[in-house]
């Protein structure tokens, strides 16, 4: 048996079961299992079943596709601890069990969602440094340092021991500078010369409602949706979603999700554009 987690960002929206006699469907119909309301996902994305020995999850020939690990799939084995992404949001896969093997079964407590809550601060004490030495010595390979003999405080006139001030915790580490990543066209048309990518998908093609529209001629005509570019964990990724619009990056073929540097050049449909972030 196993689980699987919908979450989108950090937040988990729901637990489903997936059995080896069963099959998980995904997407944006309600007749779904997991029906992910998302305008880049598919009536009927995907599916999650299991096969002679294993889970799998296919895609359904989906308009944006099926990520797992950040790789763009047609079928493949799921892992526990694969994250599949559909459309914006992610299906942590989590396999606790093969039905196949009785003597292997650990029967487990299904929790709640944990809750978000604020970091755990370190007490500045000498017995919390003291353990933290022994643990990174033993980590490391070092004998461990003796511990600090406690200082010596004398009596106060009334015959009591003073008391002694708690060390103030340090201060949080600033938090990781958001980055904004920006397309600037250097040859072919569109329909602006310059894209700011605000979002978390932006699609590349010729419908309507792409973020970057590409004009086509009279006798070419580019795909819908010819590639996305999706921004995860502050770092953005362009895959390709149709193989006439021949995407390249830096010159050469791409047919599978690559992240993207600062200075990088992508080519899609005879359109260059160069990606940067944007202070």
Request: hydrophobic content about 35%.
């Amino acid at each position: 048996m196993a689980k699987l987690y919908l979450k989108f960002e950090q937040a988990v929206l729901k637990e489903v079961t997936v059995t080896q006699g069963g099959m998980v469907t995904i997407g944006r119909l309600p007749d779904n299992m997991i029906q992910v309301d998302n305008l880049a996902v598919s009536g009927h994305h995907s599916k999650i079943y299991w096969e002679t020995d294993h889970y799998v999850v296919e895609d359904n020939n989906s308009l944006n596709g099926t990520f797992v690990n950040n790789q763009k799939i047609s079928k493949v084995t799921l892992k526990d601890g694969d994250n599949i992404l559909v459309g914006k949001h992610t299906i942590t896969f989590k396999d606790e069990w093969h039905e196949d093997e009785p003597e292997q079964r650990v029967p487990t407590a299904i929790l709640p969602a944990v809750p978000q809550m604020e970091a755990t601060v370190v007490l500045d004490t000498k017995k919390a440094k003291e353990l933290m030495a022994q643990a990174r010595a033993l980590r490391d390979g070092v004998p461990a340092p003796p511990p600090a003999a406690p200082a010596a405080a004398g009596p106060t006139a009334s015959g009591t021991m003073p008391a002694v001030a708690p060390t103030p915790p340090p201060p949080p580490p600033p938090p990781a500078k958001e980055r904004t990543g920006m397309l600037t066209v250097l040859e072919g048309k569109t329909d602006q010369p310059q894209y700011v990518l605000s979002g978390k998908l932006t699609v590349i093609g010729g419908a309507a409602q792409a973020t970057v529209k590409l004009k086509g001629s009279m006798f070419r005509r580019p795909p819908d949706v010819a590639a996305i570019v999706r921004k995860q964990d502050n770092k953005y990724f362009v895959a390709s979603q149709d193989k006439k619009a021949n995407l390249k990056l830096n010159g050469a073929d791409l047919d599978h999700q690559q992240e993207l540097q600062e200075g990088d050049t992508i080519e899609v449909f005879g359109v260059k554009l160069n990606f940067e972030y944007h202070d």
